[in-house]
């Protein structure tokens, strides 16, 4: 058994009892605080990080709905507050992360399962341990484990200011690759050449594919990561070289695209979701990350934050922005 240590009984939280655009997104202040169970942990939320499909679920498009009432959020970070009684690992005190907050993130405690929680570097901020979970396991995945990249092999991000696609080019960086990214402002193009990218395009330029394409010779990248296949799939398929591989990470609609040109290529067009992840994979991605965090080229960059009052205007920046540039969070407790 555990001792409870928290005094609140309550705590402050995002709400929403109903589907729908991001005005469903309510700050209670008098939410229960939720209790762990014997394989959980309690987390003082110091910051959470906000994902594209947060807004997916809020408005109710997403395949799996959770239970309304719910608290949105998966990706926090804060310091452990209480263990359950099967929990070793971690104890109250530790600095951690994770992408699995079981009770909600947007939030001022979360439970999360004390296997998907990992202990947070001396190197990493609390508002940079938000922005670890999703984008860089998701990045890992797509880059190393699905994309199959190979040290000396030229990569193009597409949408690389992005938090997942800035985790595409520290990682990619940090594994010799060759690392070409897109983005669609100065700042965002300033950002990711700062990064770690050899070269850089704006996707928003008229002929940049082709710009792309005389940076490789002619010869095209091995791997794409595409951040909106439903506007960029068929540019790929123009640019990737033969025998290379596309992976979709992120996608808003349909598309079309000509199937003679996968022919000519005879490259790979594949989807990436991140949960459909084994537990041999995320326990390599688990490796990774530590290392990286240790050797200091996993950097999260921070490009807005915002406080829990904020959250519609978080959802609405989240999804329509003008140029993606890095994670943004809610920075919940400054203790």
């Not at 394989?39 to 395949?63: E, W």
């Not at 080019?169 to 100065?186: E, F, P």
């Amino acid at each position: 058994m555990f001792v409870r240590s928290v005094v609140n009984t309550v705590m402050r939280a995002i709400r929403v009892k109903e589907f729908g655009s991001p005005e469903v997104l309510r700050l209670e202040t008098n939410v229960p605080l939720p209790k762990p169970s014997n394989d959980q942990v309690l987390i003082k939320v110091h910051a959470a990080g906000i994902n594209p499909v947060d807004t997916y679920i809020r408005s109710g498009t997403y395949a799996a709905k959770p239970t309304l009432p719910y608290t949105p959020g998966k990706d926090i970070a804060g310091v452990v507050e209480e263990v359950g009684s099967n929990v070793r690992h971690l104890k109250k005190g530790d600095r951690v992360y994770t992408m699995s907050a079981t009770s909600g993130g947007y939030a001022e405690y979360s439970t999360a399962a004390s296997s998907d929680t990992k202990l947070l570097h001396s190197n990493l901020t609390y508002e940079q341990g938000a922005g670890i979970g999703v984008p860089y396991y998701t990045a890992y995945r797509a880059l190393m484990i699905v994309g199959g990249a190979k040290p000396g092999e030229t990569v193009l991000i597409h949408g690389a200011s992005g938090a997942v696609g800035l985790a595409c080019v520290q990682i990619a960086h940090s594994r010799g690759l060759r690392v070409l990214g897109t983005a669609g402002s100065q700042a965002g193009l300033d950002l990711i050449t700062k990064n770690g990218c050899d070269a850089v395009f704006c996707h928003r330029d008229e002929g940049y594919a082709t710009k792309i394409l005389e940076a490789t010779n002619n010869t095209g990248p091995n791997i794409i990561i595409e951040m909106l296949a439903n506007v960029n799939l068929e540019r790929d398929l123009t640019m990737i070289a033969k025998k290379g591989r596309i992976v979709v990470v992120g996608n808003r609609g349909s598309v079309e695209i000509t199937p003679r040109l996968a022919m000519q290529k005879e490259c790979i067009v594949t989807g990436m979701l991140l949960f459909n992840a084994s537990q041999g994979e995320m326990d390599e991605i688990d490796a990774a990350v530590a290392a990286g965090m240790r050797d200091g080229w996993i950097k999260p960059h921070i490009g807005k934050v915002y406080t829990l009052e904020q959250a519609p205007n978080a959802h609405e920046d989240v999804i329509n922005n003008k140029g993606a540039q890095g994670r943004l969070i809610f920075r919940v407790s400054s203790e």
